[in-house]
């Protein structure tokens, strides 16, 4: 069983900045692609950023293209989701997802799932 768990959020002010981490349970880590999502109350789940099995190639969704950096180690097990210049619009819980795909954007395509980890930022 593949286990995900999320850490790192928290409390900010617009224009802070919070480092989210992933940690995989699974040795196999480095053969999966990696997301983040999220999801503010009363919205659908939506895509944030991804990264392919051997963090060569990221993609983002657009509100958050110059602000937000997705990475991975794959000798950690770990990924990890920098977010820069936060606005109170970025308020959600994040969850870090585990896949393999090459269709990034789409949560179904995820095979595994952390908890969420909440993110509330303040003006």
């Known amino acids: 069983q593949v286990q995900l768990v999320e850490s790192g959020g928290g409390s900010a002010q617009a224009g802070d900045s919070l480092r989210l981490s992933c940690a995989v349970s699974?040795?196999?880590?480095?053969?999966?692609?990696m997301a983040w999502f999220r999801q503010a109350p009363g919205k659908e789940r939506e895509f944030v950023a991804a990264?392919?099995?051997?963090?060569?190639?990221?993609f983002y969704e657009d509100s958050v293209k110059a602000r937000f950096t997705i990475s991975r180690d794959n000798a950690k097990n770990t990924a990890y989701l920098q977010m820069n210049s936060l606005k109170p619009e970025d308020t959600a819980v994040y969850y870090c997802?585990?896949?393999?795909?090459?269709?990034?954007?789409?949560?179904?395509?995820?095979?595994?799932w952390g908890q969420g980890t909440q993110v509330t930022v303040s003006s």
């Open positions: 997802a585990a896949g393999v795909t090459n269709i990034f954007g789409d949560y179904d395509q995820y095979d595994y």
């Open positions: 990264i392919t099995w051997s963090g060569g190639n990221k």
């Open positions: 699974d040795s196999t880590f480095s053969g999966y692609a």
